[in-house]
């Protein structure tokens, strides 16, 4: 695929994702779903999304590609569009706790480790994708 093409899928997947989303809080909101079914979804796809990406990078770190053919791979497209969906998960159930008065001690903990692993994650991207160089 061309580079367009893939940014233009991963904005599909987006806005999908998100009308998934308001389709659930939708369904909170009408009395149709528990009330924590929303942030409990949310949660799940947050931890699912992360395991395939550390999926993902262990393949892409066990090929023999080169450092420019990594940075044009679908699969680092997958780990950086699951990088910007997951802060988006988090500030959307952050902001429905905030809307549904719904915020304790263990939400807060919860949405601060989960914020906190998105950074550690971010920062350490290059070291998941590319492996060290060996000294002699």
Do not use: H
């Not at 528990?34 to 999926?55: K, Q, R, T, Y």
């Not at 450092?67 to 429905?96: C, H, N, P, Q």
């Not at 263990?106 to 991207?125: P, Y």
């Amino acid at each position: 695929m061309k580079r367009w093409q893939d940014f233009i899928l991963w904005i599909l997947c987006f806005v999908g994702l998100d009308t998934f989303f308001d389709f659930i809080k939708s369904l909170t909101e009408k009395g149709l779903l528990n009330m924590w079914a929303f942030p409990i979804i949310g949660f799940i796809i947050f931890v699912l999304s992360w395991v395939a990406v550390f999926f993902v990078a262990k393949a892409l770190k066990n090929k023999k590609i080169k450092k420019t053919e990594v940075k044009e791979s679908f699969g680092v497209w997958f780990i950086w569009f699951v990088l910007f969906l997951s802060i988006f998960i988090m500030a959307d159930v952050m902001r429905y706790f905030l809307e549904n008065n719904m915020l304790n001690i263990w939400s807060l903990m919860v949405m601060g480790i989960c914020f906190m692993f998105i950074g550690w994650a971010g920062g350490r991207l290059d070291n998941l994708l590319l492996k060290p160089k060996k000294r002699k």
